[in-house]
């Protein structure tokens, strides 16, 4: 057990069990090896979505996941596990938009009763200064808990 991570889902396969679940907040995937080893994968962005896409064969050596963040559209990822590698399949085409436009940053708050709450930022890269971000205020009006509604 414990306070800062959740597991929501297990997926077996012939040499690994691939974990979903949120740690602090954030959508995690987690490899369980024959060894008893674990390790997280780890994702390029500090804000984002990834969740274990189901009906992979059994056999596999890859885990296909799905993975999004507030700029990227959803995309399909293959995870080479042996290699602990990520390769971008595909990503949901949008029309009209550059994502390379956007910035995206994952901070956290200490709210008024002192508890630490994860809050993700999107701005557009060409209307807002980094520098002008650390003396920025927000209105947090309220927060509530994953995985409980």
Not at 51 to 71: H, M
Not at 112 to 119: E, M, R
Not at 123 to 139: C, G, K, Q, T
Not at 142 to 149: F, L, M, Q, V
Request: net charge negative; proline share 6%; with cysteine.
């Amino acid at each position: 057990h414990s306070e800062h991570r959740s597991l929501e889902s297990v997926h077996a396969f012939e040499s690994f069990i691939a974990i979903a679940g949120r740690e602090d907040g954030l959508s995690q995937v987690w490899i369980l090896q024959p060894d008893e080893s674990v390790h997280q994968v780890v994702w390029p962005d500090e804000a984002y979505w990834c969740d274990i896409e189901p009906g992979a064969d059994f056999s596999s050596q890859s885990l296909r996941l799905l993975y999004s963040t507030l700029v990227l559209p959803k995309s399909n990822v293959a995870y080479h596990v042996m290699e602990r590698r990520l390769e971008t399949l595909r990503t949901k085409p949008v029309p009209n938009y550059d994502p390379t436009l956007y910035t995206t940053r994952r901070i956290e708050c200490q709210a008024s009763d002192g508890t630490t709450v994860p809050i993700s930022l999107l701005w557009r890269e060409d209307m807002v200064s980094p520098a002008s971000l650390s003396n920025s205020h927000i209105h947090l009006y309220a927060y509530g808990s994953y995985g409980i509604s």
